[in-house]
């Protein structure tokens, strides 16, 4: 690849403004990222509003998910 050189800078300003090049690339991939989750948490709750109001009340689909321990073991009692 041949180097040419079209604006004149030295070697330690083009390795500054490649370091700041990756550095804004690198930034704008988080942004993008968090913007994504952003709007799948935005489309979840949009969906969530279409809902009827007993779905959101309900009890949880897995029946062991609300057993309580025994009274005696939850007193630390054996």
Avoid: C
């Avoid at 604006?7 to 390795?15: G, M, P, V």
């Avoid at 009827?52 to 309580?68: C, G």
């Amino acid at each position: 690849m041949a180097e040419h050189d079209y604006i004149r800078q030295t070697t330690s300003e083009r390795i500054r403004n490649w370091i700041l090049y990756e550095m804004l690339r690198g930034a704008g991939y988080a942004a993008t990222v968090l913007v994504g989750i952003g709007a799948i948490i935005a489309l979840i709750y949009i969906v969530s509003l279409f809902l009827p109001e007993d779905s959101k009340n309900a009890p949880p689909p897995m029946p062991y998910s609300q057993i309580d321990a025994p009274l005696a073991l939850a007193n630390g009692q054996a």
